[in-house]
């Protein structure tokens, strides 16, 4: 059944990306902190989510990107969302994902942001 | 009335418009119910963005109804309106009825992003999420079950 | 089961599904009904081209509930199932359900180009789009109304 | 509201080209029709419609185009078709109006042929 949310991962160097396509629930946010962490153990530094393709997050999804996060900031590593629908921009900033991780408008700009700490 | 015409019978053209729909408890039901917003959203022209917002609101109805509800027919109950206020603009309002075990809404504890991020409590954002995407939300629960009325204007 | 598994009743993720939409005898309303074929085909992954079809298919029982049936109730019910035969492929169910006059189907003449044609009588295709275009039709009517069960295969 | 057929027409010459978007009903079809009879009362000879936007004719919409090609027919004009999806090409199929109209995959494809019976 294709509601569910396809994830393709590019590892670039020590930053990984994530496009994701769909839906993002409970397994969406599991499947993504699955391939999150496995990024972590295999050397990443940043990850960039790119949900330029999905159009809803609910907030089960949101609370298992929040504990991605955690895991990111504990290991000192960096987490960016870029390409967000103003919807999903707006539930970020309404759960206070917005304070914790950076946000940028497009990939581009999330990897200059990322290179630029490393 | 022109020539072609073909209804015969029931509201007129700028009349209220109200359409239920019966979801069954069950993975992903929950996204096959929005697309009755969008339907409905682009009937009265509610820019997407907004469709986007009302989609979810739906979204955190239903996924607390499945989820907590434990309802008595296995069942949820939307009803989509499209309207008018007097003068103003046009909204679409969405009902979520759950024959559940109901609960009482005013002891929900109101999630804060601090309290998400230190305090390790990350769940407890639906119903604030939908107060923050609709522009009301009437919330009505008991023993019968509970009734979520959400409204946003285009 | 995950962790994060929020159904917690229902049909398992195999089962049937089975939504119930009642829409208003009103212009463009069966257009609105068509977005629930479209979640539910992409729900089975049916291909866009049988998706339309099954579109059409609904809009045109739709409108002949509108146009021909006087309604005691201004409102037409469809159920819309999504299942599986005993390895078969998955399918797609539209029933749309009228408490009208009813009719009596065998007698409606079947059209052809010819007369569509030379014939002056342009009307009269409705039955039989739907026929071309689903796999199965099961038209029953009596004096509850008419019910029209149609089905496709992805 | 927006479900109701939005229609450009554009003059080249004696082609008219008409460019529907979205549902053609009753309302739609008779919209059309009313157009595609002021381009002939204008002197078009030949009218191409381009259905790329629309993805659903119904019944009474296909009776009224019927209507339409009558009248063009009886003009000696030419009504041509293109950009059908393949649903609306078969239920013209199953109607006969591809039997008397031509069907075209592109606009350009039409505007050739129409030219030729010029
Ligand atoms: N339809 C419902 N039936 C019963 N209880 C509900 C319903 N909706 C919400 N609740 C209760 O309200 C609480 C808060 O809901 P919500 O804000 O959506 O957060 P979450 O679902 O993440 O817990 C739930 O944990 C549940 O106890
Ligand atoms: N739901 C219905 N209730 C009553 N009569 C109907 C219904 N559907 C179809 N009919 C009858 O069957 C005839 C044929 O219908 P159809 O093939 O759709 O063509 P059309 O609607 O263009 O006449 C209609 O003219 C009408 O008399």
Redesign the interface.
């Known amino acids: 059944?294709n509601?569910?949310c396809k994830i393709v991962v590019e590892r670039r160097g020590d930053v990984a990306i994530f496009w994701t396509d769909g839906?993002i629930?409970n397994?969406g946010g599991e499947e993504i902190a699955r391939q999150a962490y496995a990024q972590l153990d295999a050397g990443a530094r940043a990850l960039i989510l790119n949900l330029e393709k999905t159009?809803?997050v609910?907030?089960?999804g949101?609370?298992?990107l929040?504990?991605v996060l955690?895991k990111v900031m504990d290991r000192k590593g960096v987490l960016a969302f870029c390409s967000l629908?103003?919807?999903i921009d707006?539930?970020f900033r309404?759960?206070?994902?917005a304070?914790?991780a950076s946000i940028y408008p497009t990939q581009d700009q999330a990897l200059q942001a990322v290179a630029a700490t490393g | 009335m022109?020539?072609?015409?073909?209804?015969?019978?029931?509201?007129d053209?700028a009349?209220p418009?109200?359409?239920?729909?019966?979801?069954?408890?069950?993975?992903?039901?929950?996204?096959?119910?929005?697309?009755?917003v969008?339907?409905?959203g682009?009937?009265?022209?509610m820019p997407h963005?907004k469709i986007?917002?009302v989609?979810?609101a739906l979204?955190?109805a239903c996924?607390n109804a499945?989820?907590h509800a434990?309802?008595r027919d296995?069942r949820v109950h939307l009803t989509f309106r499209v309207g008018r206020d007097e003068d103003g603009p046009d909204f679409l309002e969405v009902e979520v009825f759950d024959q559940g075990k109901g609960f009482d809404h005013s002891g929900v504890e109101v999630?804060?992003?601090?309290k998400?991020?230190t305090g390790g409590k990350?769940?407890g954002?639906?119903l604030?999420?939908m107060r923050?995407?609709m522009d009301t939300v009437v919330i009505t629960s008991g023993e019968w079950g509970t009734k979520i009325l959400m409204r946003k204007y285009k």
């Open positions: 059944m509601e569910s839906y629930n397994q159009r809803i609910n907030s089960i949101i609370s298992i929040i504990e955690e629908t103003p919807t707006k539930t309404i759960m206070g994902l304070q914790y | 022109s020539r072609h015409e073909i209804v015969r019978s029931g509201p053209g009349g418009r109200e359409v239920s729909l019966t979801i069954p408890v069950a993975s992903d039901m929950e996204i096959v119910a929005t697309a009755q969008a339907a409905l682009e009937y009265i022209d963005d986007d917002e989609k979810l979204v955190e996924i499945f989820e434990h309802t296995d999630p804060t992003p601090e998400t991020f990350k769940r954002w639906g604030q999420i923050s995407l």
